[in-house]
Nanobody, 121 residues
Framework: QVQLVESGGGLVQPGGSLRLSCAPSGSIYKLYTMRWYRQAPGNERDLVATISTFGVPNYADSVKGRFTISRDNAKNTVFLQMNSLKPEDTAVYYC???????????????WGQGTQVTVSS
């Protein structure tokens, strides 16, 4: 069974930084596009950043210039470096990926459980 596991969330003051990580806990054949979403209480789940199989990133306007998405294909891991954090960045951050399992099953928009990020003075 494949599970995406996020880590790195926590409490940080405005202007601070956090680095989130996401990696599958089980064996997989291939990771393709990977994404970070976030969802604040009462809000929809919004796309924060995406990175293609070959490392091409895209960002939501709200985080552009502050967040950086990257990946380490050897470790099947995606990162989200979050700098200059603002209170409005407070949310549960979810990892999301397109992948193929070892037994050949394609999984698209496959979700992790989320990690809480709180930005507060």
């Amino acid at each position: 069974q494949v599970q995406l596991v996020e880590s790195g969330g926590g409490l940080v003051q405005p202007g601070g930084s956090l680095r989130l990580s996401c990696a599958p806990s089980g064996s997989i054949y291939k990771l393709y596009t990977m994404r970070w979403y976030r969802q604040a209480p009462g809000n929809e789940r919004d796309l924060v950043a995406t990175i293609s199989t070959f490392g091409v990133p895209n960002y939501a306007d709200s985080v552009k210039g502050r967040f950086t998405i990257s990946r380490d294909n050897a470790k099947n891991t995606v990162f989200l470096q979050m700098n200059s954090l603002k209170p409005e960045d407070t949310a549960v951050y979810y990892c999301n990926a397109d992948l193929v399992t070892d037994w050949g099953t394609p999984l698209t928009e496959y979700w992790g459980q989320g990690t809480q990020v709180t930005v507060s003075s």
